[in-house]
């Protein structure tokens, strides 16, 4: 995980793979990604010439279908962008991802409406899958849609983005609940037009402070019937990433970057070492026998976590392209390993901040922003303790409802 990939190839560009390519576009922007840390924390969001090149880059069309202009790319890929991108800038990293598996609702759309929406090649999307919203059945013009109201937290990206999801539970003509079938409630995702949303200045917070993860809310706003989605019940286009489960993608995407985070850490302890002699000591950092054994178990714990993951993705993967059919011993495997490489992070983090000593505390250390953000990132649901419970159930053989894995 140390090696960094070249500025430079020595082979033609068509030889690169797709993941060569968006790392290599990683690479391109770290500089930048970089150079914004001060400003994004500021603003408490991106910039929005920076999330433009992040999409000009292509990196916000990973998991767009092929066939309205996109990537769809592999889940492995995924990580490894998220994760790079997360060791310049985690805020960056953060809002790439959910930007992502935001724009996975195109493999649900009807497709014509799907070739509108993503007729921009670097369309920003963000949303909340959360059913924090109402929609009620109307037509409007002769169009049959939904009217909605609601407010989601958590918006990361919305500030940059030009469309927005919402989940909602549909409303009957009587205001209750409509039920599938099997008693569960329908739930489905609007697509909105930035325009209209309301986004409020919520996100003052310890971590992750430039992902302008503020809560939103849209009133009266109407949303035609095909620019609404379930995840859980329709039928998506062909293609293994989007018979790849959503939840277990979103948690994959906060583990990436967790990792990234982590490798940023270790990376800077290590910088750090090589040049800080503690007071009241005459061998640099470096040289201390703590230090050195702190950097190898940060390692080691660090690259397990990554190795872990990256076998239950690939294998998931491997499942979703042979026969379209992930089983619950997959999932199951998936959501504990983003919540292991999450809390492996933290420790990771944590270990190496202490080694630092009274450097990492301050605001031009890149150790303090690390620990503040790889603490936020581990608070998201999908990556809580609850995570071992859930699975460790699967894993005993005991009845357990599956139904989020």
């Known amino acids: 995980m140390n090696e960094r990939l070249p500025m430079t190839f020595d082979y033609e560009p068509s030889e690169l793979t797709q993941r060569d390519e968006l790392l290599y576009a990683c690479q391109e922007l770290t500089p930048i990604l970089q150079a914004a840390n001060d400003t994004v924390e500021k603003e408490r969001h991106l910039p929005n010439e920076l999330a433009e090149r992040l999409a000009q880059a292509g990196l916000y069309r990973m998991f767009v279908p092929r066939a309205l202009g ?10 490894a962008v998220v994760e790079k991108l997360a060791q310049a800038n985690a805020a960056a990293a953060w809002c790439t991802f959910i930007s992502n598996t935001s724009t996975i609702i195109g493999g649900y759309l009807p497709s014509p409406e799907a070739k509108l929406l993503f007729e921009n090649p670097n369309i920003k999307m963000a949303g909340v899958f959360a059913p924090r919203g109402t929609a009620v059945r109307t037509v409007v013009d002769g169009v049959s849609g939904f009217l909605v109201n609601g407010s989601w937290m ?7 983005a030009d469309f927005i999801t919402g989940g909602c539970v549909i409303l009957d003509k009587d205001g209750k609940p409509e039920k599938l079938a099997d008693g569960t409630l329908e739930n489905r995702s609007m697509v909105f037009r930035a325009e209209q949303v309301s986004i409020a200045d919520t996100w003052h917070t310890l971590g992750l402070r430039g992902t302008g993860s503020n809560e939103y ?7 035609p019937a095909s620019l609404s989605a379930s995840i859980l019940t329709d039928v998506p286009i062909a293609g293994a990433l989007f018979k790849f489960p959503v939840f277990c993608i979103l948690g994959v995407g906060i583990a990436a970057v967790a990792l990234g985070i982590a490798r940023l850490a270790i990376d800077s302890l290590i910088e750090l070492a090589t040049k800080k002699t503690p007071q009241g000591s005459a061998r640099l950092l470096a040289e201390r026998a703590s230090t050195q054994q702190h950097v190898a178990r940060a390692e080691a714990q660090l690259r397990s976590a990554r190795a872990f993951l990256i076998d239950a993705v690939d294998r998931a993967w491997s499942a979703s392209t042979d026969s379209g059919e ?15 490489a999450s809390e492996e992070a933290v420790q990771v983090v944590t270990r190496v901040y202490s080694c630092a000593g009274g ?7 890149p150790l303090q922003r690390c620990l503040r953000d790889v603490l936020t990132a581990s608070q998201h649901m999908m990556v809580s303790e609850s995570t071992y419970e859930l699975t460790g159930r699967l894993y005993l053989g005991l009845p357990t409802n599956s139904a989020m894995l």
């Open 217 to 223: 809310s849209v009133k009266d706003a109407f949303v």
């Open 359 to 365: 450097s990492a505390i301050f605001d031009d250390s």
């Open 70 to 79: 996109g990537l769809e790319a592999d889940v492995h890929t995924f990580v």
């Open 154 to 160: 958590w918006g990361s990206a919305s500030y940059n």
């Open 326 to 340: 992930i089983s619950v011993a997959l999932r199951r495997d998936l959501r504990l390993a983003t919540t292991h």
